[in-house]
């Protein structure tokens, strides 16, 4: 049966930040996903199939039901772990993939079941799996995010930030790896997150329909081609998509290594307490999405640039004092934050401080 083919990222027109924050999604699944709020007709479901569509095909345990890495042993399930001590495992290459959670999703249907009488009487456990098992290594999405359970929401977002799913029922337990890049996606006319929630999507994107007619035509003659020859609209993006699609792969080599110094890491401290910010979430979600952006960009250090880019997506929806419906930061505002901070705190000792003069105590890489 052929695959059902799948509008493509970079034939999507505008939208900047919704597109950014999908893709630093992507190179880091760490940050801990986006959400993206805005009316219908946005292309916000489109951009989150197609992102999914494009990232590169991934090497799983073969006969996994969660898809374990089989070049991380340290985060298998308890399956691939049993099945290594009896011998190696096999390696199978598939797509990256894409999971659609429905609105009415139950907290099993999320996160699986066990078996416990069947635990009781033969020893074994029988584990069920659930959606956060098919996610695994893959996207998650959630459309009307804000008509979705609260607990069931709450539970997504622990499994996004610890990446593994642990089961227990009566004693019993089991865990398996549960890392994903989770999109949510809401019209904020249907009703808005608890600010609870709203603050544990690492990064939140507010998108409207655009305003300058020749994008609105764009939009109109890309779509119409698409409806009429889906297969030759994709053969027709394919070098952009695949250009896109390797640079993402690079990114995610790249990223672990990205070094920031202490400079880098008061910038960022600076800028979230000017703004008021409450917590500490907002300021590593800032650090890993500028060095998801420096990974995007083929370097190794991050800047100022990363920072404010990272900020711009990382901070509209964790402002204290705005309304949920003002949740957009200009870039020049953040820079001039960013600059105010850095002259408060005196900070041009640091100016020319790299990696590799810098004090070993003044680099830090993310682990």
């Given at each position: ?17 919704m597109?950014?924050a999908l893709?630093?999604?992507a190179?880091?699944p ?6 993206i709020r805005?009316?219908?007709?946005t ?16 090497e799983v ?25 009896d011998?190696?495992?096999g ?5 990256t ?14 996160v699986?079941t066990?078996d416990?009488?069947k ?7 029988h584990f069920?799996p659930?959606?956060l ?24 977002l ?6 593994i799913?642990v089961v ?27 600010p609870?929630?709203?603050d544990?999507f690492a990064?939140s ?6 305003t300058?007619?020749q ?8 779509r119409m ?10 053969r ?19 990223v672990n ?5 202490r ?9 979230t307490s ?5 917590g ?7 650090l ?7 990974a995007?960009q083929g370097?190794?250090?991050i800047t ?11 901070l ?17 505002d ?7 901070a850095?002259a408060?705190?005196?900070?041009g ?13 003044e ?5």
């Amino acid at each position: 049966m052929a695959s059902r083919v799948v509008f493509p990222f970079t034939a999507i027109v505008g939208q900047e930040r919704m597109k950014r924050a999908l893709i630093l999604n992507a190179v880091s699944p760490r940050i801990g996903g986006v959400l993206i709020r805005g009316e219908r007709g946005t292309a916000k479901s489109t951009a989150a199939r197609a992102l999914a569509a494009l990232l590169p095909d991934i090497e799983v345990v073969s006969d996994c039901r969660f898809g374990c890495d089989p070049n991380r042993p340290d985060q298998w399930c308890d399956d691939c772990r049993l099945r290594h001590a009896d011998g190696a495992l096999g390696i199978t290459i598939r797509k990256t993939p894409f999971v659609d959670l429905p609105v009415s999703a139950t907290e099993d249907r999320v996160v699986g079941t066990l078996d416990i009488e069947k635990a009781i009487q033969t020893g074994e456990k029988h584990f069920e799996p659930g959606v956060l098992a098919s996610a695994n290594r893959g996207l998650l999405y959630v459309d009307e995010v804000n008509l979705l359970d609260d607990h069931v929401v709450d539970l997504l977002l622990d499994s996004a930030a610890m990446g593994i799913n642990v089961v227990e029922r009566e004693g019993i337990s089991f865990s398996h790896p549960a890392k994903f890049i989770l999109v949510g996606t809401m019209n904020p006319e249907e009703g808005d997150l608890r600010p609870q929630l709203l603050d544990r999507f690492a990064f939140s994107v507010h998108i409207s329909g655009l305003t300058d007619l020749q994008q609105r035509v764009e939009i109109m003659e890309r779509r119409m081609a698409f409806e009429v020859d889906a297969e030759n609209f994709r053969r027709e993006w394919a070098g952009r998509e695949k250009e896109l699609s390797d640079q993402i792969s690079r990114a995610q080599e790249l990223v672990n290594q990205v070094a920031y110094t202490r400079r880098d890491l008061l910038s960022i401290a600076g800028l979230t307490s000017s703004m008021n910010v409450d917590g500490h979430r907002a300021d590593l979600v800032i650090l890993r999405g500028s060095q998801a952006h420096a990974a995007f960009q083929g370097r190794t250090q991050i800047t100022d640039e990363d920072i404010i880019l990272a900020a711009e997506l990382a901070l509209p929806h964790r402002i204290k004092g705005r309304p949920f419906q003002d949740t957009y930061v200009a870039a020049a505002d953040l820079q001039e934050k960013l600059e105010d901070a850095q002259a408060e705190m005196g900070m041009g000792e640091y100016d020319d401080q790299r990696p590799e003069d810098a004090d070993s105590d003044e680099v830090k890489k993310k682990p």
